[in-house]
């Protein structure tokens, strides 16, 4: 061995020595790991075969420490490393991901489009991290009953304030595509509620389907629905949808009159020939005067007071009993009654004067058909009683018997002038062209 040899051998050493104190006394500048604290904010800020790492701190890559080499380096950002550098199998192929939604990367091989890294479903980002949340976009959110993906109203899925909603009655969309078979709903354009046009139950109006809508006009009456019993009468709605009431034309024998206090027996709108105004059958005797209705033909009623008794006023065939009527009404006074014409007015007769009393000569009734007296043959001519005690008076047109005085008529009539044209001198005595009478009836001397 040479001097030489000798040197190189034992300098070795010293060289490894020398080493090792200068990587001890540089620090970092030799690390493999770091630089000069070379500050970064991403990778394009780093020197070449150096890294920015999480402490934004450029750091030296030994070429030995890579992703897919099997060793998670969380100094490096990794949170997997499946020794490979595939993508979709659960760790990304940079092994900055393990691919599952909420860890805050968009994992697009695992077909996310978002991931916002939280758990919570009404930001941004769904929590399948499929999209953002929404009606209409075909991925039902964990409130949405449904997302059909479209706009279509009319089918089992629709869209109410942006919300998407199974199709139902009343949400004003006509339910007619996929399992629907609705006929209408609201106004059809999102307004919910009954129309003209369509029921709260989704089906067309008509009176008698048992569904009350305001809106709906009833051809029949030319009315909007007051009610609606479903096709029969009930206590207070009538089958032409309209609120009973008496009067209205409509016999509805559930309905109870509060002013009679019994079931309707007919209507006819009013007084009719079979029907009275209080919605009772028409009779005499039920104390309702019904001018219309004819207790016997061709006589209207004129009264009633509740029974079918005569001589109280009211005949038993609702008649005004009268003086008149062929009828004697001994409790109104008559003594008799008589018309002769048939014309409903009492006519003098020759037992009966015309206001019902009898024949009698001092009545103060001229009764033409009268006799002056029972037996007698002559007919009555005159009739006064002036001083009102039912005796005959002598009177300038009549003397005491209701005859025409005159002179020579064998009474003497003391107010009556038998010389119209002298002066006033009253009849004195009777017979005329007597020894004590002169021929003007006048006491000779």
């Known amino acids: 061995m040479t001097s030489t040899d000798k040197s190189i051998r034992y300098s070795w050493p010293v060289l490894l020595v020398g ?32 890294t920015c790492d999480r402490d934004f701190v450029c750091r030296r890559v030994p070429i030995d420490i890579r992703c897919g080499d099997g060793i998670v380096d969380s100094d490096r950002g990794e949170v997997c490393d499946d020794s490979n550098n595939s993508a979709g199998d659960g760790c990304s192929a940079d092994c900055k991901s393990d691919e599952t939604c909420g860890n805050g990367i968009v994992d697009v091989v695992m077909g996310e489009v978002c991931d916002d890294g939280n758990s919570n479903p ?12 929404g009606c209409g976009n075909g991925l039902p959110d964990l409130f949405e009953p449904c997302d059909d993906g479209n706009t279509d109203n009319n089918d089992d899925c629709v869209i109410v304030d942006n919300v998407c909603r199974l199709a139902e009655c009343g949400d004003g969309f006509v339910h007619e595509h996929g399992s629907g078979t609705e006929a209408c709903d609201g106004d059809g354009a999102g307004n919910p509620g009954q129309t003209a046009g369509c029921d709260l139950d989704c089906t067309p109006p008509a009176c008698g389907d048992g569904v009350h809508n305001d809106q709906y006009i009833n051809p029949l009456t030319n009315m909007a629905e007051q009610c609606d019993s479903g096709g029969s009468n009930s206590a207070t709605c009538d089958t032409d949808c309209t609120i009973a009431t008496c009067g209205d034309g409509f016999h509805n024998d559930q309905f109870v009159n509060p002013l009679t206090d019994m079931a309707e027996q007919c209507d006819g709108g009013g007084n009719s020939p079979s029907c009275d105004a209080d919605c009772t059958e028409a009779r005499c005797g039920d104390g309702f005067l019904n001018p219309v209705f004819e207790p016997t033909t061709g006589n209207p009623e004129q009264c009633d007071d509740g029974n079918t008794a005569s001589g109280d006023g009211c005949s038993d065939e609702c008649q005004i009993e009268h003086c008149g009527d062929g009828i004697v009404q001994v409790s109104l006074g008559e003594e008799c009654d008589e018309d002769a014409n048939s014309d409903d007015i009492a006519d003098n007769t ?43 008076d002598n009177d300038a047109t009549c ?6 005085p005159e002179c020579g008529d064998g009474h003497v009539n003391d107010a009556f002038d038998p010389d119209d044209d002298g002066p006033a001198t009253a009849e004195q005595c009777e017979p005329p062209n007597s020894m004590t009478c002169s021929a003007a009836c006048q006491t000779l001397p």
């Open 19 to 50: 080493a090792a104190l200068l990587v001890v006394s540089s620090g970092s500048c030799f690390d493999p790991y770091y630089s000069d604290n070379i500050p970064c904010s991403e990778q394009s800020t780093c020197p070449p075969e150096m």
């Open 350 to 392: 020759a037992s009966c004067d015309n206001n019902c009393t009898r024949v009698a000569c001092g009545d103060n009734l001229h009764n033409p058909a009268a006799q002056t007296a029972a037996g007698g043959t002559e007919l009555e001519q005159c009739d006064v009683d002036s001083d009102g005690d039912g005796v005959a």
């Open 122 to 133: 009404a930001d941004s980002c769904r929590n399948d991290c499929a999209g953002g949340p």
């Open 399 to 404: 003397d005491r018997d209701c005859t025409a």
